[in-house]
Nanobody
Framework: VQLQASRGGLVQAGGSLRLSCAAS????????IGWFRQAPGKEREAVSC????????YSTDSVKGRFTISRDNAKNTVYLEMNSLKPEDTAVYYC??????????????????????WGKGTQVTVSS
């Protein structure tokens, strides 16, 4: 299983950035893919999650209306389109695979799924 996140970057507040997560080594549409982030000194936070098979997606409240998660099944890739970026969005962003396991699921942003594989993080920095 491999999850390869695209390079993040430095962007000014109000700007936009798109991250991608290219998946390989498993049947893409049998899982969910989630984006998480961790800012310095803070706990890891779930940002958005999408069920690859049906495209049902969830996002945490702080990014609703600004971030959009989508998937391209033909490319085995999930995208996170980030608009109206704020300095508080600065963090290392990770994509992760979610396996459907309702009883053990603890991530409200990815309900019914447990994240079992993680990609390497990518830094997103938003300057004020």
């Amino acid at each position: 299983v491999q999850l390869q996140a695209s390079r993040g970057g430095l962007v000014q507040a109000g700007g936009s950035l798109r991250l991608s997560c290219a998946a390989s080594g498993f049947t893409f549409d049998e899982y969910a893919i989630g984006w998480f982030r961790q800012a310095p000194g803070k706990e890891r936070e779930a940002v958005s999650c999408i069920s690859v098979s049906d495209g049902v997606a969830y996002s945490t409240d702080s990014v609703k209306g600004r971030f959009t998660i989508s998937r391209d099944n033909a490319k085995n890739t999930v995208y996170l389109e980030m608009n109206s970026l704020k300095p508080e969005d600065t963090a290392v962003y990770y994509c992760a695979r979610g396996v459907y396991r309702v009883v053990d699921s603890t991530t409200p942003v990815c309900p019914g799924y447990v994240m079992d594989y993680w990609g390497k993080g990518t830094q997103v920095t938003v300057s004020s």
